[in-house]
């Protein structure tokens, strides 16, 4: 008997029970692939996406204002490229300034028999007002003139490069994110759905209002009405918030993180906040300013820079996700209070 046992216990497995897939660990090995390929998919797409646009940023169809003799003006229009530059001539050059500050162009050239004066606009953009003052410089040299360097629209003298317009960048982003997170730890469940939806606008309006005390009392990088400019940014925290939580309230946290990836590793490297929508490629500027990120950043200077001339788009844009996040919201709210068993409304 005891040599039975023994030959049992040591007895192997035969060859293809050795070798058999544990129970579960085909769908393991799936499901990490899945994975796998998710994140990989994902740096990617964050590489793409902070790296594409600075790797080809430029000028893209920037509006450019000159003014000059005729020969001169059309001496630069021959020479500019035309997918760099969009040239218009103006008849002076106040004509020209003030198309400046009226945002219609980003910068300008006046031609004269003794120079040749530069027009920018760092507050629009710093890296396009130093690629015009290139360009101007560029030109003078080849005319053998100099050149005189003009800011239209520049930073306040507290922050002459705009430090703080692009650390503002972050903060933009995750007031929508931050918020979010905490009301749906704080307050769980559909039934505390309109708690916070409310807790989310406060913030808005809160975080708004701080973040431009900051930037325009603190750093000393804006420059426009404190009230209008913070209830713009508070606008653009709701644009991002608001759908977040419609996200999750409808689809889960799947849905949220989606909208989260989305926002940070797009919304945020194509915002233009620090160089300007028209340093960008065309593609990429246009997604830019339709996203939350984007659209508040457009606002931002509109309002601090610009006595809100060009505001009313992006605005618009913010309004709209705003809506979209509301509509979200409603929709999950009809479906937590139909009762088991109702046929869906038509």
Request: charged residues 10%.
């Amino acid at each position: 008997m005891s040599a039975n046992i023994d030959a049992s216990t040591t007895s192997q497995p035969s060859g293809d029970t050795a070798h058999a897939v544990p129970p579960g660990g085909r769908g393991l090995v799936a499901k990490l692939a899945a994975i796998v390929v998710g994140l990989t998919a994902a740096i990617t797409l964050m590489l793409c996406a902070f790296g594409l646009p600075s790797a080809a940023g430029g000028p893209h169809h920037a509006p450019l204002g000159v003014t000059g003799p005729e020969s001169a003006v059309a001496a630069v229009q021959k020479q500019l490229p035309g997918d760099a530059w969009e040239v218009t001539v103006y008849d002076t050059s106040r004509d020209l300034t003030r198309a400046i500050e009226e945002r219609d162009a980003v910068g300008g050239l006046a031609f004269g028999d003794d120079g040749v004066t530069v027009y920018t606009a760092t507050a629009g953009g710093q890296m396009i007002s130093n690629a015009i003052s290139g360009l101007g410089t560029a030109l003078a040299d080849q005319r053998h003139v100099s050149a005189t360097v003009h800011d239209v629209v520049p930073f306040p003298k507290d922050d002459p490069r705009g430090t703080g317009l692009a650390s503002a960048a972050l903060p933009m982003v995750f007031g929508g994110i931050l918020p979010a997170i905490a009301l749906l730890q704080l307050f769980p469940g559909h039934a505390h759905l309109r708690t916070r939806l409310a807790g989310v606008v406060a913030f808005a309006l809160a975080g708004g209002a701080a973040v431009t005390a900051v930037l325009q009392f603190g750093i000393g990088t804006l420059d426009g009405n404190y009230w209008v400019t913070s209830l713009g940014l508070g606008l653009g925290m709701a644009a991002l918030a608001i759908p977040f939580l419609g996200l999750q309230s409808l689809l889960g946290y799947p849905g949220f993180g989606a909208g989260s990836v989305v926002m940070m590793f797009l919304g945020n490297p194509l915002s233009g906040l620090t160089t300007g929508p028209y340093w960008l490629p065309d593609g990429w500027s246009t997604l830019g300013r339709l996203l939350p990120p984007g659209a508040s950043g457009n606002l931002l200077r509109a309002n601090a820079f610009y006595d809100g001339t060009g505001a009313g788009g992006p605005a618009l844009v913010l309004g709209v996700w705003v809506l979209a996040g509301l509509a979200l919201i409603l929709a999950a709210d009809r479906r937590r209070n139909r009762k088991p068993g109702d046929a869906p409304a038509a």
